[in-house]
Structure formats: C-alpha cells, structure tokens
C-alpha cells in the first residue's frame, strides 16, 4: 500500500483485500471510510472517484487495522443503528442486534392490540445495555413510561446518554434484575429483557471478535443458557400488574425450555414463541391475565 493519494475506490479495494486476507468482514472497510469521510451513503457512493484526504485516511487504515486483529467496527466507530437511529456503543455494552427490532416490533404490535389505549401504561427493560429496547419502545410509543434497568454502573451511564441524545424520557435504574422493584413494591404492564443466553462452552468455537471486545456479563448465563431466565420467571410474579405483557429475546432453540419456565411461574398464561424473519425461535412472549 503506498502512501501516494488513493482515491476512495482504490482505498476501498485495499481495504477489502486486506481484511479478506485476516479473514475478517471484507465489507467493512466500506463502513470505516464512511464514516470517518462524514457522508450519507448516496453522497459516498458518488465520491468513489474522489481522492481520499490524508488525514482521513490515516484514520481509515488504523480502523481497518483494528478490524483485522478482531475489534468489531461499531466498537471503532461509537455507533451501531437500530430501528432507524444511531445509538451510542462501547465495550461495556452488548452491539444491538438486528434481531432485536424484531423484539420492538412484535411487542409494540402486542400491546395495541392488548391494552388498546388504556392510558399510564408502565413498561420495565431490564438489562438495558445500551438502551436500544429502551429508548425505541418510548420514542415509537410515547404514552409509555418506560423504566430500564442495568447492574452495571457504566452500562447504566451509556444508555442514559442514549436517551438523552435522542430525545426519549426514560427512567434509569440501577440493579440486579427485578429486586429493586421488589424490594420497592413497584408493578408493571410490560416486562422485556434481552438477557445473556449464551451457554458457557459456546466460548470456545464462537468468533474472538465478539468473545474478546463485547463484555461475557452480557453474553454467557451458565451451562444452559438459561440461568437470567429461571431468575426472571422466579422474580416475575412479584412485579407485573393482574393483566400484564411479558417479552424474552431467546437463543436459537431455547424457546421451548423459556415458554415452560413462564407457563409455570403464570398457570393459565398464554405463552407463545414467534419466529424472527430467518425462521430461528428468537422472541417468548406471555400474556398473562386477558
């Protein structure tokens, strides 16, 4: 590679190569350049002949190069989209999956149809993270009062500027699952969570770039996957209202031991499992109390 002005095209091919090379995502130089040009994607795609300023590309060749030793690109860049709006990511908090906009999406459509327009309705995230689930549920459903949860204190820090930045008034929470809710005698109509849902042993064939950048608290949940879950289905009962929405994001194959876990904790629930848009059980859902 030499230092000579390349233009974007050029730095583009570079960079795919490279990666491609490292065995790494050859699309995400494409992202990297991107950003740190400061464009919209129809404005980029039109500078493709353009030359790439110095500076900006010194920047793109240490992110490439971050990228190839494993270090995920919404981690170099701060920003991971969801539902249409950028939210803030660092290493204390879990990269928002396209999957979880499926979560979002089939709990907004479950409580219209649910609640109708019954007002003061509460809703509890608990494991915020960044505070995608959150922030989107008020924004796209502002007559909700939304509560997020987290244990950790920096997690808790980034999904309040999250909320902050785009506007959505949430309450944040610091704590370990649903006890301060019990210990605070609180109820909700709504409870989600995107737990950790990873077996332990799957550390061992999963890819370094998510195994050593995003944090294990957020990942693994003991031998099965399952631990969050049992605590939650314990925990429930003493939080949600007579008449209440419950959402789990699950682990590809996890649905049917999560749905028997809330049909337990809530005889005579409706408890359904709902497919993602690749066909993997990924959302539990129960209707407790219609």
């Known amino acids: 590679m030499s230092n000579q002005a390349m233009k974007v095209y050029e730095a583009l091919q570079w960079a795919s190569s490279f990666l491609k090379e490292k065995n790494r995502d050859d699309n995400a130089g494409e992202i990297l350049l991107q950003h740190y040009?400061?464009?919209?994607?129809?404005?980029?795609?039109?500078?493709?002949?353009?030359e790439v300023e110095a500076r900006v590309f010194e920047d793109f060749k240490k992110a490439v190069l971050l990228h190839s030793e494993g270090k995920p690109v919404q981690y170099i860049?701060?920003?991971?989209?969801?539902?249409?709006?950028?939210?803030?990511?660092?290493?204390?908090?879990?990269?928002?999956?396209?999957?979880?906009?499926?979560?979002?999406?089939?709990?907004?459509?479950?409580?219209?149809?649910?609640?109708?327009?019954?007002?003061?309705?509460?809703?509890?995230?608990?494991?915020?993270?960044?505070?995608?689930?959150?922030?989107?549920?008020?924004?796209?459903?502002p007559d909700l009062a939304v509560t997020a949860t987290d244990i950790y204190g920096p997690t808790l820090l980034l999904a309040e500027e999250n909320a902050r930045h785009l506007g959505a008034d949430v309450r944040f929470v610091q704590g370990?699952?649903?006890?301060?809710?019990?210990?605070?005698?609180?109820?909700?109509?709504?409870?989600?969570?995107?737990?950790?849902?990873?077996?332990?042993?799957?550390?061992e064939w999963m890819s370094e770039v998510v195994t050593e950048h995003e944090p294990h608290r957020a990942l693994f949940a003991g031998i099965d996957g399952l631990n969050i879950y049992k605590?939650?289905?314990?925990?429930?009962?003493?939080?949600?209202?007579?008449?209440?929405?419950?959402?789990?994001?699950?682990?590809?194959g996890q649905s049917e031991a999560v749905a028997s876990l809330l049909?337990?904790?809530?005889?005579?629930?409706?408890?359904?499992?709902?497919?993602?848009?690749?066909?993997?059980?990924?959302?539990?859902?129960?209707?407790?109390?219609?």
Request: aromatic share 10%; charged share 30%.
């Open 37 to 50: 040009m400061g464009m919209d994607r129809a404005k980029f795609l039109a500078s493709l002949r353009e």
């Open 263 to 290: 049909s337990r904790a809530f005889p005579g629930a409706k408890v359904e499992t709902v497919y993602d848009i690749n066909g993997k059980d990924r959302m539990v859902f129960a209707e407790v109390g219609f």
């Open 231 to 252: 605590r939650l289905a314990e925990e429930l009962p003493f939080v949600v209202r007579e008449e209440a929405l419950i959402g789990f994001e699950v682990g590809a």
């Open 176 to 203: 370990d699952l649903l006890k301060p809710f019990i210990d605070g005698g609180e109820r909700f109509d709504i409870v989600l969570s995107n737990p950790p849902y990873i077996p332990d042993g799957d550390i």
């Open 77 to 141: 860049i701060g920003i991971e989209s969801f539902y249409g709006r950028d939210f803030k990511v660092n290493e204390d908090v879990l990269i928002p999956r396209p999957e979880t906009e499926e979560l979002v999406y089939h709990t907004l459509k479950r409580v219209g149809k649910l609640f109708g327009k019954k007002e003061g309705l509460k809703l509890a995230d608990i494991g915020t993270g960044s505070g995608a689930i959150a922030v989107t549920l008020k924004l796209e459903n």
